[in-house]
């Protein structure tokens, strides 16, 4: 089954300073790849996401980067700022129709210094 | 406010005990979700329910029972619990179900601890 692999687990960066969380999967038929920011107190909140045919997506200060060789996906902000200390969860998602796994990695607590 | 409200949002029950934890979606979604956040372990998904059908159940063991009325509305009954069973509970809404990829809107979660 699919395994993902989400490092580091723990993230310290100054204000102003780029953040790399990176997420490896398994299972080279995973097709979508979203990335969740889960604030103290609240549930998960979809951020960015990939799909397989894609190798780049950017939205504002986020990113994700998709590698299908090396099977691996990253999530990059830059100019980080304090509001941006979260969780961050990585999750795949492999198969369709009624045969489909969802899969999360551990998660990386990001906590940005002012 | 992600329109996807639990309660309550804390719980705390004996193995014995039964409970209920409510989930309430106002987004006009057709798929709910129940997943189990544990320490130091990844989210998992536990049910899906698309129309008001149950079309996942993970292998979760039968002391817990989901049952959704209607597409707002998603209730997981608890009963004879374990210790390992505390974890935080999230629900979450889509407009279309898994593997749809349509975006998930979670709730904050009931923090449950079993004694």
């Known amino acids: 089954g699919e395994n993902v692999e989400q490092h580091p687990s723990t993230l310290s960066v100054q204000e102003g300073d780029s953040a790399v969380i990176k997420c490896t999967y398994s299972?080279?038929?995973?097709?979508?790849f979203p990335w969740y920011k889960q604030e103290l107190g609240k549930g998960p909140q979809l951020i960015i996401d990939?799909?397989?045919?894609?190798g780049e997506k950017k939205d504002q200060r986020i990113a994700v980067t998709l590698n299908k060789t090396a099977k691996h996906f990253s999530l990059h902000i830059t100019e980080t700022q304090p509001e941006d200390s979260a969780v961050y969860f990585c999750?795949?998602?492999?198969?369709?129709?009624?045969?489909?796994?969802?899969?999360f990695g551990k998660g990386t607590l990001l906590t940005v210094n002012p | 406010e992600t329109g996807v409200t639990q309660t309550p949002r804390h719980l705390v029950m004996g193995m014995t005990n039964k409970k209920s934890l409510k989930c309430e979606q106002h987004?006009?979604?057709?798929?709910m979700y129940w997943y189990k956040q544990s320490a130091k372990k990844p989210l998992e998904l536990m049910f899906v329910?698309?129309?008001?059908?149950?079309?996942e159940n993970n292998s979760v063991p039968s002391r817990f029972s989901p049952e959704c009325p209607n597409s707002s509305h998603l209730f997981l009954h608890l009963h004879t619990l374990q210790p390992e069973d505390s974890a935080l509970y999230l629900c979450?809404?889509?407009?279309?179900?898994?593997?749809?990829?349509?975006?998930?809107?979670f709730g904050p979660g009931t923090r449950l601890t079993v004694l």
């Open positions: 979450a809404s889509s407009q279309e179900a898994l593997p749809r990829t349509d975006t998930q809107y």
């Open positions: 299972d080279s038929a995973s097709n979508y």
């Open positions: 990939i799909r397989s045919n894609v």
């Open positions: 999750a795949a998602i492999v198969g369709g129709g009624s045969n489909y796994k969802l899969t």
């Open positions: 987004l006009g979604h057709n798929a």
């Open positions: 329910y698309n129309f008001k059908e149950q079309t």
